[in-house]
């Protein structure tokens, strides 16, 4: 499938885009806004570390850099953000951009619990801004590929669904100790928990069992740090999906999806960078990528293309482009994710399983 990305309408203006937080995933973010997306300036940006933030400003040719995300979201001349703090800032930043009249794009988690998410999406709806949340697996070309294929009914009635995530590693985490408790839900496997609702459109999750440990890094168990997951998830339709999740895949970077039913199966993703492979006296073998931002480089631009599409739309009063499957992650999307990941810290801490319904804060 080729990418969403079209150029703007002749003589449309561009949309002038902010970015909160300009750490390792916000830079990649900036530098597809400044250089990648058509029809989009890189307008500034905003970092309590102003010295990184000027570093990528001036790379970037964006002239205004500010330590305040108060300072950017009062610039009249800003259309949307691109928040791209860490997760504890998300749902008080999406709040903040809303009530400013600013379109929000929001990397996951949404929150880090549902009232303060409840609070943010709230804010949305009453300033009648666009808001997406960043599940970028959606836009790579494999997934709409199978999206498309589960809605004109090849795999007739889902069954079975599955989704992983392996991050890349060599067998110990670098930093694993300041990583926050939970980030194996709230941050990994919310993308797989987002990809399965997805692939299983029209059912919800009824209930989750997880099972997680420490197991690339033991010595990390007692503080809580958990690298390796298994869910089970039962969805409202009888579907029954799992999603697992690991921190360290010797051989690179491991997203995948299928999707088995009353007629069929359908799979999305694979551990390699191409299709080619070497058939040689040594065996077989394919290289693979290392980076999230190698594995899904189209899908990160195109969600920020399909991001620009709609705020320029709504600004000048046209109608939404559509992509021809449902594709942009919205609010209830963030929302019915976390739920899932919070539900998840609840069985693991009972040994249990637990309801998708409403969870406190971590």
């Given at each position: 499938m080729a990418y969403i990305i079209q150029d703007p309408p002749q003589g449309a203006a561009p949309v002038r885009i902010g970015l909160i937080g300009s750490g390792w995933m916000g830079a990649f973010h900036a530098e597809s806004i400044a250089r990648r997306v058509p029809g989009t300036i890189l307008a500034a940006i905003a970092?309590?570390?102003v010295e990184s933030a000027r570093a990528l400003a001036g790379e970037l040719g964006t002239s205004k850099v500010t330590a305040s995300a108060d300072d950017l979201l009062a610039d009249p001349d800003i259309d949307a953000v691109v928040i791209a703090s860490p997760a504890r800032f998300h749902a008080p930043l999406i709040a903040q951009?809303?009530?400013?009249?600013?379109?929000?794009?929001?990397e996951k988690p949404g929150g880090q619990g549902l009232e303060e998410l409840d609070a943010a999406l709230t804010a949305v709806e009453e300033a009648g801004v666009h808001f997406q949340i960043g599940f970028n697996?959606?836009?790579?070309?494999?997934?709409?590929?199978?999206k498309k294929d589960l809605a004109d009914g090849v795999a007739g009635t889902p069954q079975l669904l599955r989704s992983l995530t392996r991050d890349p590693g060599n067998g110990s985490i670098p930093n694993a100790a300041r990583v926050p408790a939970w980030t194996i839900f709230l941050e990994t496997l919310i993308h797989d928990f987002d990809t399965l609702n997805w692939l299983n459109e029209g059912a919800e999750p009824v209930e989750v069992y997880a099972v997680a440990d420490a197991l690339v890094?033991?010595?990390l168990r007692d503080q809580g740090f958990l690298d390796t997951a298994v869910v089970t998830i039962r969805y409202s339709n009888g579907a029954i999906a799992v999603a697992e999740a690991n921190f360290s895949a010797?051989?690179?970077?491991?997203?995948r999806g299928e999707v088995f039913g009353s007629k069929g199966m359908?799979?999305?993703?694979?551990?390699t960078e191409t299709a080619a492979r070497r058939y040689t006296a040594d065996g077989?073998?394919?290289d693979t990528p290392r980076l999230n931002i190698e594995l899904f480089r189209q899908a990160y631009t195109d969600e920020l293309a399909d991001f620009a599409a709609a705020v320029r739309a709504k600004r000048d009063g046209g109608p939404v482009p559509s992509s021809g499957v449902t594709l942009t992650p919205g609010a209830a999307d963030a929302r019915r994710a976390l739920a899932m990941a919070l539900a998840c810290i609840e069985s693991v801490k009972s040994g249990a399983p637990v309801p998708v319904a409403e969870k406190a804060a971590v």
């Open positions: 970092d309590p570390n951009a809303a009530a400013a009249g600013k379109h929000v794009f929001c697996r959606r836009y790579a070309d494999d997934f709409r590929a199978a890094e033991p010595s010797l051989y690179g970077y491991d997203i359908v799979q999305a993703g694979r551990s077989l073998s394919a």
